[in-house]
C-alpha cells in the first residue's frame, strides 16, 4: 500500500455502492464478500484476518487505535476518531436513486423466502418495521439547527417533534408500498447522505466534511472512481458488485416528485461536492 497511508477507512452510506466496496477490499484478505459476511458476524470483535491484513467492522474501540488494514461501519462521520494516515473514502449517489434502492431493498427482504434462514435478510426485515407502523409527518429541518436539537430527536420525541404533512390532493397517502414507506421513513434514513456528514443536516457542513475525505466516489462513476482509489492506494483493487436489488414497478410520478422535494438538502449537499471537486457530472 501507498507508504502515505497505514489504514483505509469507509464512511459507509447505505445503498450506495458501499457493500461492493467493502467487497474489493475484503478480496485482498483472500476472502469474497459471503465469507467476510459470516467472519464478522460471528467474531465477537467483528474483525478478521486474511493473508496477514486486518479487517474490522462496526467496533468503535478498533477504529480508534487503528490496528487494521480496513474498516468500516454506518455511523455518521462526526462520531467516528480515526488515527492519522487514514485514507478515507466515502461514495455518494443520486438522492433519489439511494432512496428507492433502499425501498426496494426493504421490499425484497419483506418478500425472501429465506426469512428465518438468513440473518441479512432477517436483520432488514427487522429494520422494514417502521413500514409497518402509523405516518410520521414531514420534519421541519429548521428543528435540527444544533447538535442538541438533533440528541433530542429520539425514536420517542421525533413524532411529537414533527410538523403537520399537507399534500396536495393526488399525494395523499393511499395504499401504494412507496407512498406508505415514504410517510413512514424517518429523516435519517431519508437523508442518510447528508446525515452521515452533518448532524443538523446543513449541506454546507456535509459537503465541507466530504470534501475531506481522501477519496469521494459516485455511484454512478463507481467503476471508474474504483480504479483512481486503486491508483492512489498502489493497490490491486478489482471491481466487485454486491447486494443489488431491481425495482419490480415504477414509482408513480407524483411520489417521485414529493421524493425529490424532500431531498432537497441533500442534493445541494451533492452540488456543492461536486463543485468542491471540480466536477460536473
Not at 164 to 185: G, Q, W
Request: hydrophobic share 40%; aromatic share 10%; net charge positive.
Amino acid at each position: 500500500m501507498n507508504p502515505d497511508y497505514e489504514r483505509v477507512y469507509h464512511y459507509h452510506v447505505r445503498k450506495s455502492a458501499g457493500s461492493s466496496l467493502n467487497a474489493a477490499f475484503w478480496a485482498l484478505g483472500g476472502v469474497d464478500f459471503a465469507t467476510a459476511e459470516v467472519r464478522l458476524r460471528e467474531s465477537p470483535q467483528s474483525e478478521f484476518v486474511g493473508n496477514g491484513l486486518r479487517f474490522v467492522r462496526n467496533n468503535p474501540a478498533l477504529l480508534a487505535r487503528g490496528d487494521y488494514f480496513f474498516a468500516t461501519t454506518h455511523r455518521p462521520a462526526y462520531h467516528v476518531e480515526l488515527p492519522p494516515r487514514t485514507f478515507t473514502i466515502t461514495i455518494l449517489r443520486d438522492p433519489a436513486s439511494r432512496v428507492l434502492s433502499y425501498y426496494h431493498y426493504m421490499m425484497w427482504a419483506r418478500s425472501s423466502a429465506e426469512g428465518g434462514r438468513d440473518p441479512f435478510v432477517d436483520q432488514v426485515r427487522s429494520e422494514s418495521d417502521f413500514m409497518d407502523r402509523h405516518p410520521i409527518r414531514r420534519i421541519s429541518l429548521h428543528t435540527l439547527r444544533t447538535d442538541s436539537a438533533v440528541r433530542e430527536l429520539g425514536a420517542g420525541q421525533l413524532a411529537r417533534r414533527m410538523l403537520p404533512l399537507r399534500l396536495r390532493p393526488e399525494r395523499r397517502i393511499a395504499d401504494r408500498s412507496f407512498a406508505r414507506f415514504l410517510a413512514r421513513v424517518s429523516p435519517r434514513a431519508l437523508l442518510a447522505q447528508l446525515y452521515m456528514f452533518s448532524p443538523r443536516f446543513d449541506p454546507a457542513e456535509a459537503a465541507e466534511r466530504v470534501l475531506g475525505c481522501s477519496a469521494v466516489c459516485f455511484t454512478e462513476t463507481y467503476a471508474e472512481d474504483l480504479k483512481a482509489v486503486a491508483a492512489a492506494l498502489e493497490l490491486p483493487l478489482a471491481e466487485k458488485r454486491e447486494r443489488r436489488f431491481t425495482a419490480k414497478a415504477a414509482t408513480p410520478e407524483a411520489d417521485l416528485e414529493l421524493l425529490r422535494e424532500r431531498l432537497a438538502r441533500e442534493y445541494r449537499m451533492i452540488e456543492l461536492v461536486k463543485q468542491g471537486l471540480g466536477r460536473t457530472a
